[in-house]
């Protein structure tokens, strides 16, 4: 099993953390594990995106000009990034921040309404372990423990109040996404 991802979206989004999160959660199962972040200068608003890879076999280079897997949560990232799914992979994306859905026909295409799930829950900050739980719906590359585990490790401590209710929002992910025809 070798699954590559890029998470892309607007910095505040939580991105870069959902990525880590993925990440360390292989660790935690004893995957080899690739996470490589890229944003721009500002820390909210800016465009950001991070590049994980998770593997039973070693990763010969965390680099990469395709994904298996995107997930997209805004219009100038699924511009950039859609044509870099490869055919047969899988493009995730919140209707939310896009205004131009995927046209894509020859990879598989999930809509997941996370940000307004995450209104419903009261806590925007929910988002991004939303999308993460229709990720692992997708893909179960790693277990819903193991990401518990890692938000112990992730978060800091003045936080971890906040871990069941990220539990909670993964499996509301897992519930919500579905496929776009």
């Not at 039973?56 to 100038?76: C, E, G, V």
């Amino acid at each position: 099993m070798k699954e590559e991802i890029i998470i892309a979206g607007f910095g505040g989004q939580g991105v870069l953390s959902m990525g880590k999160t993925l990440a360390y959660s292989g660790l935690m199962e004893n995957k080899e594990v690739s996470w490589m972040p890229a944003y721009g200068p500002e820390q909210r608003g800016g465009t950001a995106n991070v590049t994980v890879i998770v593997s039973d076999k070693r990763i010969s280079s965390p680099i990469l000009s395709q994904y298996d897997t995107a997930i997209i949560l805004n219009q100038p990232s699924l511009e950039k990034f859609e044509s870099k799914v490869k055919p047969g992979g899988v493009l995730m994306y919140d209707g939310y921040g896009i205004t131009n859905p995927p046209t894509r026909t020859d990879i598989q295409i999930y809509r997941i309404d996370a940000m307004d799930a995450a209104a419903e829950m009261g806590n925007a900050k929910a988002f991004n372990m939303i999308v993460l739980g229709g990720l692992l719906k997708l893909h179960p590359i790693v277990s819903i423990e193991s990401v518990v585990k890692a938000l112990r490790k992730t978060l800091p401590e003045r936080h971890h109040h906040l871990i069941p209710m990220n539990e909670e929002a993964i499996r509301k992910g897992m519930e919500i996404i579905r496929e776009d025809k």
